[in-house]
């Protein structure tokens, strides 16, 4: 086994690590107003809908004057102008801004003081929408919110994503698209903070990536009678799926059909990753494979067994693979322990080290015991650590029962 992870070390150190990069951009989009544009990139050069765009700026700041009508409205509503000239001075610069309107339209949604300061100097260029499209956006925001209360909550952590406004009538079209779909208010509001990108497209590509779901999931043997609910799930969990192309989600599956899974499996691993498995590579999920393959020396029927209980193995690039077999052998772990229960893979190495140390710490060796007791979420770990605790403390007869 060391002799295997030594080779595919060496053989696949230049290998992107793509499951980590695909999580880091599903992260990244999660947190829209943490892209900060730079002073020394200007707007202009930022593409797909940056708010700014159409505007023509320099990177030569230091010939750019600050607007002081814009500096000292800020300046009364208490905004850190530091800070606004550490990350953002170019909104500064504009010869039009719309602080106290901007402000008073906040202030008019429920918004008190400290919020608006967040608001503003996490998003400064909010100031640089006119209040006709800050309106707007309201408006529709509104539509899918609860009350005014969480739009305003919405908007202090997520600013970035409201005030966005190029692409408001295909976020209107969408709105409209995925309200007809049967999706919930509370679930498309989630999406315009995590997932905001998928409103910026036409809704007619929104609805083309739908209707090759609903196709597949017909096509794998799925019934007429369960797809919405299917479809609906798919998409609460993973919005991202949307920006996939109709293509890219074909040739997934055409690669999972070559491995020889069956179309309920396909259908099985497509429920169980929640659709992102239309977001790795076939190149990636065929290398992770034969790296399964390789350390549990099984034949292509056993791997197919493995991979079902344990997608993590078709998901997750050769080099998380490695790592988390590595750490498990450190443990003193044996491959035929992770064989029997390859759901241990699914976590990572930092929580499996947790796991055995706190249950090491109640005297429990996971060397002669279950790896089923690792597994699960914080709350199944936490509840299978309760049960073990209250064995190795329930005493070894019944001190009030009688002797005889």
């Known amino acids: 086994m060391q002799r295997i992870l030594l080779q595919h070390s060496r053989t696949l150190r230049g290998i992107a690590n793509s499951a980590t990069q695909m999580f880091t951009l599903l992260w990244a989009r999660c947190q829209p107003c943490k892209r900060l544009l730079s002073v020394s990139s200007p707007p202009n050069q930022v593409k797909d809908g940056s708010f700014v765009q159409h ?16 500096v000292e409205n800020l300046y009364k509503l208490s905004i850190d ?11 500064l610069f504009q010869d039009t801004a719309y602080v106290k309107e901007t402000a008073n339209t906040l202030r008019e949604m429920g918004a008190d003081k400290t919020a608006i300061v967040n608001i503003l100097e996490r998003c400064p260029e909010a100031i640089l929408r006119t209040p006709a499209e800050i309106n707007s956006q309201r408006e529709l925001w509104q539509s899918v919110c609860q009350n005014e209360k969480q739009l305003v909550k919405l908007i202090e952590l997520f600013p970035e994503s409201f005030f966005t406004v190029e692409h408001h009538e295909n976020q209107k079209s969408n709105v409209r698209f995925f309200q007809e779909l049967g999706l919930k208010n509370n679930i498309i509001s989630r999406f315009f903070t995590s997932a905001p990108d998928i409103f910026h497209k036409p809704v007619e590509k929104n609805k083309h990536i739908v209707e090759t779901l609903q196709r597949t999931y017909l096509n794998l043997g799925g019934s007429d009678a369960n797809m919405k609910v299917w479809l609906l799930k798919l998409l609460s969990q993973n919005p991202f799926i949307l920006l996939n192309t109709s293509t890219e989600v074909l040739e997934n599956l055409e690669f999972l059909q070559k491995q020889d899974f069956t179309d309920s499996e396909v259908l099985q691993l497509l429920s169980k990753l929640k659709g992102f498995i239309f977001q790795i590579s076939p190149s990636t999920m065929q ?8 350390v549990f020396k099984c034949n292509e029927e056993e791997l197919k067994e493995l991979v079902l209980k344990c997608p993590a193995l078709l998901y997750n690039s050769v080099p998380i693979l490695e790592e988390r077999f590595r750490g498990l052998l450190k443990e003193g772990i044996s491959i035929d322990q992770i064989k029997k229960t390859p759901m241990v893979l699914e976590l990572t190495t930092q929580i499996v080290q947790y796991r ?3 249950l090491a710490a109640l005297g429990y060796n996971i060397k002669n015991g279950n790896l089923e007791d690792l597994n699960g979420t914080k709350r199944d770990f936490e509840a299978t650590y309760c049960k073990i605790q209250a064995k190795r ?6 001190p009030v029962a009688p002797l005889d």
């Open 356 to 358: 055995i140390k706190k």
């Open 55 to 70: 505007w023509s700026y320099t990177t030569d700041t230091k010939s750019k004057v600050e607007n002081k009508r814009t």
């Open 393 to 398: 403390e329930r005493p070894m007869f019944n």
């Open 287 to 294: 290398k992770s494979m034969f790296f399964s393959k390789d």
């Open 81 to 91: 102008i530091k800070k606004i000239r550490r990350l953002k001075q170019w909104v």
